[in-house]
């Protein structure tokens, strides 16, 4: 049984024999302050609140604390066992719980002895689908992309570690007007021949786009052009056509190294996920479902485009068809989620990780699908990024005033070599140096914009993720030399068992380091259900620090050190090693074995 489930027992047991109505929806967490234990609820609180059961408490109890008094003490009465130290009540109505040692250390014995206890699966979390990185075809693969991609892939990798089906797809921007605009700066000042020849074909295919904007900001008719290439790209035009394979093949090879240097995969489409051009031909039905049903205002504007119009006005307009009849992002991504909906039954979840300054877009597109009957409210979920941004400016590839990434990881991996002890390194800096990377992203909450600054962005100390590495390297360290003395060595077969018959008094640095790791699963689910890798970071870095205080004023071994003393030290620094480990797993950080 969880920890929290025999809890919930025993506070229903409680508010029975106190004559109340069982309680709903207990909640517990960790107290700010930790002298009031290790768990807390405020269901006395909410029960005093509640205008359909307060009326019942009244009669019997003037406050909030009178009634955790109450629910403290019958608890106590009621309670016979190893696992709690003291119940007790808080103003200004909590009911608070300490652990024994004895039961926190036997918690961290069995994550260390059966590790695939470490995470339990939610329930009802079914199949997810994960839509993220989603770079645009012959646009740079920037830093600002970097959000996307690594937030995108931490989340995927929490949901499936809490047991769902997840399924990861990369929504390419490979159709739309902007290729209207590549054709036509290609075919106007491009050379075929030197873009495919060009180590770096992506970045001749960014000149160009730059020089077109220069252009059309002189010669605005020139955006007229562009948009007819791009209708007699729809219409399937062999040179159009031609020219735009081109860019995606010249795209694809520098996208996919990136990926690779990053960890990151999906499994959509045989790992390409389906980009907006697979949805082509699919368009069609989702327009002829829109103009059939009755529940969706779909009907021409002003200026002869197609649009959906939002009860009382609630958003805007949404246009599915220009007035030319070309398509744009959300036909497109009408029809990708149409798709889906056939592909995997109307029981799926579908989270787009994009960037906030699309919130009004998602919030209009997931409107529309409800009102089609597709999905339901919940469904579809759009998980929010900051933006990178310059200190005085937005990041712009139209404008030529951006940071490639390939440049960041070159950055990072130069950096990493300068840290202190590089002989050390050797081999690992380029792990290193993009744990620093991605740590300095998921360490913060997603929404939040981050203001480009390459000692911030590539930060070495601190907070950091050479940091977390390097209380990684300590734990094996300390591992290794014990694994050389077996004669005093406790085996992972046997540890639970001596753990359980020891009677052992924690210092306070070992107690608030065991009670870290005993909270990992809760952390992780926390991160499941609300989208944010950012909940595991912050939990991480306190166990780090937590574990170095803890080695800083404890010996784990030498000949001073007793038995049962090198045991629980032992297993705390095995603890430590494992779940820091697989919390930065989760996160898409590989770990080192030496820095």
Same mark, same amino acid.
Not at 102 to 123: C, M, R, T
Not at 410 to 422: D, F, S, V, Y
């Given at each position: 049984?969880?920890?929290?489930?025999?809890?919930?027992?025993?506070?229903?047991?409680?508010?029975?024999?106190?004559?109340?109505?069982?309680?709903?929806?207990?909640?517990?967490?960790?107290?700010?302050?930790?002298?009031?234990?290790?768990?807390?609820?405020?269901?006395?609180?909410?029960?005093?609140?509640?205008?359909?059961?307060?009326?019942?408490?009244?009669?019997?109890?003037?406050?909030?604390?009178?009634?955790?008094?109450?629910?403290?003490?019958?608890?106590?009465?009621?309670?016979?066992?190893?696992?709690?130290?003291?119940?007790?009540?808080?103003?200004?109505?909590?009911?608070?719980?300490?652990?024994?040692?004895?039961?926190?250390?036997?918690?961290?014995?069995?994550?260390?002895?059966?590790?695939?206890?470490?995470?339990?699966?939610?329930?009802?979390?079914?199949?997810?689908?994960?839509?993220?990185?989603?770079?645009?075809?012959?646009?740079?693969?920037?830093?600002?992309?970097?959000?996307?991609?690594?937030?995108?892939?931490?989340?995927?990798?929490?949901?499936?570690?809490?047991?769902?089906?997840?399924?990861?797809?990369?929504?390419?921007?490979?159709?739309?007007?902007?290729?209207?605009?590549?054709?036509?700066?290609?075919?106007?000042?491009?050379?075929?021949?030197?873009?495919?020849?060009?180590?770096?074909?992506?970045?001749?295919?960014?000149?160009?786009?730059?020089?077109?904007?220069?252009?059309?900001?002189?010669?605005?008719?020139?955006?007229?052009?562009?948009?007819?290439?791009?209708?007699?790209?729809?219409?399937?035009?062999?040179?159009?056509?031609?020219?735009?394979?081109?860019?995606?093949?010249?795209?694809?090879?520098?996208?996919?190294?990136?990926?690779?240097?990053?960890?990151?995969?999906?499994?959509?489409?045989?790992?390409?996920? %389906?980009?907006?051009?697979?949805?082509?031909?699919?368009?069609?039905?989702?327009?002829?479902?829109?103009?059939?049903?009755?529940?969706?205002?779909?009907?021409?504007?002003?200026?002869?485009?197609?649009?959906?119009?939002?009860?009382?006005?609630?958003?805007?307009?949404?246009?599915?068809?220009?007035?030319?009849?070309?398509?744009?992002?959300?036909?497109?991504?009408?029809?990708?989620?149409?798709?889906?909906?056939?592909?995997?039954?109307?029981?799926?979840?579908?989270?787009?990780?994009?960037?906030?300054?699309?919130?009004?877009?998602?919030?209009?597109?997931?409107?529309?699908?409800?009102?089609?009957?597709?999905?339901?409210?919940?469904?579809?979920?759009?998980?929010?990024?900051?933006?990178?941004?310059?200190?005085?400016?937005?990041?712009?590839?139209?404008?030529?005033?951006?940071?490639?990434?390939?440049?960041?990881?070159?950055?990072?991996?130069?950096?990493?070599?300068?840290?202190?002890?590089?002989?050390?390194?050797?081999?690992?800096?380029?792990?290193?140096?993009?744990?620093?990377?991605?740590?300095?992203?998921?360490?913060?909450?997603? %929404?939040?914009?981050?203001?480009?600054?390459?000692?911030?962005?590539?930060?070495?100390?601190?907070?950091?993720?050479?940091?977390?590495?390097?209380?990684?390297?300590?734990?094996?360290?300390?591992?290794?030399?014990?694994?050389?003395?077996?004669?005093?060595?406790?085996?992972?077969?046997?540890?639970?068992?001596?753990?359980?018959?020891?009677?052992?008094?924690?210092?306070?640095?070992?107690?608030?380091?065991?009670?870290?790791?005993?909270?990992?699963?809760?952390?992780?689910?926390?991160?499941?259900?609300?989208?944010?890798?950012?909940?595991?970071?912050?939990?991480?870095?306190?166990?780090?620090?937590?574990?170095?205080?803890?080695?800083?004023?404890?010996?784990?071994?030498?000949?001073?050190?007793?038995?049962?003393?090198?045991?629980?030290?032992?297993?705390?620094?095995?603890?430590?090693?494992?779940?820091?480990?697989?919390?930065?797993?989760?996160?898409?950080?590989?770990?080192?074995?030496?820095?």
């Amino acid at each position: 049984m969880r920890t929290t489930d025999f809890l919930n027992q025993l506070i229903t047991e409680a508010f029975i024999d106190l004559k109340l109505p069982p309680p709903q929806n207990i909640v517990f967490e960790k107290p700010t302050q930790s002298n009031f234990g290790d768990l807390s609820t405020n269901i006395a609180m909410v029960l005093f609140s509640d205008r359909n059961l307060s009326d019942l408490v009244k009669p019997s109890f003037n406050s909030p604390f009178s009634l955790a008094e109450a629910i403290a003490q019958t608890m106590s009465t009621n309670y016979q066992g190893t696992t709690i130290a003291l119940i007790s009540a808080s103003k200004p109505g909590f009911i608070n719980i300490a652990f024994t040692d004895h039961f926190i250390l036997n918690q961290v014995a069995e994550v260390v002895s059966q590790p695939e206890s470490l995470l339990k699966p939610l329930d009802q979390l079914g199949t997810v689908i994960v839509e993220f990185s989603s770079p645009n075809i012959a646009k740079p693969f920037t830093v600002g992309h970097l959000r996307s991609t690594i937030i995108g892939e931490a989340i995927a990798s929490i949901l499936a570690a809490k047991g769902a089906t997840v399924l990861k797809d990369n929504h390419l921007g490979d159709w739309g007007t902007q290729f209207g605009k590549q054709i036509y700066a290609i075919k106007t000042w491009g050379n075929e021949i030197e873009i495919a020849n060009s180590p770096e074909p992506v970045k001749k295919l960014v000149e160009l786009y730059v020089k077109f904007h220069q252009e059309a900001d002189l010669t605005p008719a020139l955006e007229d052009e562009a948009r007819a290439w791009f209708v007699k790209l729809e219409q399937g035009n062999p040179e159009a056509r031609r020219l735009w394979k081109s860019c995606i093949d010249w795209s694809w090879t520098e996208f996919n190294q990136i990926y690779q240097a990053l960890g990151v995969t999906f499994t959509e489409n045989d790992g390409r996920g %389906y980009g907006e051009s697979f949805f082509e031909d699919k368009m069609q039905v989702v327009i002829n479902q829109l103009e059939s049903n009755p529940a969706v205002d779909y009907r021409t504007g002003e200026d002869g485009a197609k649009l959906v119009f939002f009860p009382n006005d609630q958003y805007p307009p949404l246009m599915i068809l220009k007035k030319d009849g070309s398509t744009l992002y959300a036909t497109r991504d009408l029809a990708t989620d149409y798709f889906r909906l056939q592909q995997y039954g109307s029981q799926i979840t579908v989270l787009n990780e994009v960037g906030a300054e699309q919130a009004l877009y998602f919030k209009q597109l997931y409107a529309i699908e409800e009102m089609l009957g597709w999905y339901k409210a919940g469904q579809r979920v759009h998980i929010k990024h900051g933006l990178y941004r310059f200190k005085d400016q937005k990041m712009s590839t139209r404008k030529g005033n951006t940071i490639w990434l390939t440049e960041v990881l070159k950055e990072a991996k130069n950096r990493a070599e300068k840290l202190e002890g590089t002989e050390k390194i050797a081999g690992n800096a380029d792990v290193i140096g993009l744990g620093a990377l991605k740590w300095n992203d998921l360490k913060r909450s997603s %929404y939040l914009d981050i203001i480009f600054d390459w000692d911030e962005v590539l930060s070495m100390q601190g907070n950091s993720g050479p940091y977390m590495l390097y209380t990684v390297v300590r734990c094996q360290s300390i591992l290794i030399k014990a694994a050389a003395q077996p004669q005093n060595t406790l085996q992972k077969s046997s540890i639970t068992k001596y753990i359980d018959t020891l009677l052992y008094t924690l210092t306070p640095s070992e107690k608030e380091l065991a009670q870290l790791l005993t909270q990992f699963d809760d952390v992780v689910t926390r991160s499941a259900q609300e989208y944010s890798p950012h909940h595991i970071a912050t939990y991480l870095y306190a166990l780090a620090q937590s574990f170095n205080s803890f080695y800083a004023k404890h010996q784990v071994l030498g000949e001073a050190v007793t038995l049962d003393e090198r045991a629980v030290r032992l297993l705390l620094t095995e603890g430590t090693l494992m779940i820091i480990k697989k919390g930065l797993e989760l996160l898409g950080i590989a770990t080192v074995g030496r820095m």
